[in-house]
């Protein structure tokens, strides 16, 4: 009797984990109402990748009218369900919408768990005080974090704050080398940056 229970439960836990996989088949070759159903199926056994995908052909309006309040129902379900690409869309739909408390919740778990972009955008929450108390310091930390992992944007943000003290003391030395590692990504705006504070007297030698 245990036997057959465990294998019912290995059954319905493969067919369940199929449904994600059945409704992605369907989405690309376009059979929405097929894709939404398995979907369906397995969102109803807390598979969060399908509520992501759900909330995305709500937003896209695939085999479904657009539905902007569906849309971020079922991102919220997939977000606290753990799904972190929904933290990420939950935070970008929150900023564009200006309510930057929700927006800096979201983009903080997504940060902790190493997404890059969200990263950079703490950095311009806490320069900014959007959605949070304005911290110069907190936002060094994160535009460093983001300029780690390669973000552009963050290590001209950064290179600036160093630049000019902000939430730490002048460092011509490692402005330069932020500076230059946004130029060497072809950033204009780091050769504008680059040539206006003569940063290339700061770079350090090898």
């Known amino acids: 009797m245990k036997k057959k229970i465990v294998l019912i439960l290995l059954l319905t836990s493969y067919l369940f984990a199929g449904s994600y996989d059945n409704g992605i088949e369907a989405y690309k070759q376009g ?8 979907f369906h199926i397995a969102s109803n056994n807390d598979d969060n990748r399908a509520m992501l995908v759900i909330g995305i052909m709500y937003a896209n309006g695939d085999g479904v009218s657009k539905d902007q309040v569906k849309s971020v129902e079922w991102f919220t379900k997939a ?3 753990g799904n972190e690409h929904a933290w990420t869309k939950l ?3 929150y900023a564009v919408k200006e309510d930057y408390k929700n927006a800096y919740k979201w983009f903080l ?3 902790e768990k190493g997404d890059v972009k969200a990263a950079y955008n703490l950095g311009y929450f806490y320069t900014g005080g959007l959605g949070v108390q304005m911290d110069l310091k907190q936002s060094l930390h994160w535009y460093e974090k983001a300029s780690i992992a390669g973000n552009l944007d963050a290590q001209l943000n950064l290179g600036f704050m160093y630049i000019g003290g902000h939430g730490t003391t002048k460092n011509y030395k490692k402005a330069a080398y932020w500076i230059k590692k946004a130029k060497d990504m072809g950033s ?8 206006q504070f ?3 007297d700061h770079i350090e030698k090898k």
């Not at 059979?31 to 398995?38: C, Q, V």
């Open 188 to 195: 204009a705006k780091a050769d504008s940056m680059w040539e």
């Open 198 to 200: 003569k940063l290339i």
């Open 31 to 38: 059979k929405y109402k097929k894709a939404m159903d398995s």
């Open 79 to 81: 977000a606290k369900a």
């Open 91 to 93: 935070g970008n739909i």
């Open 109 to 111: 778990k997504a940060a």
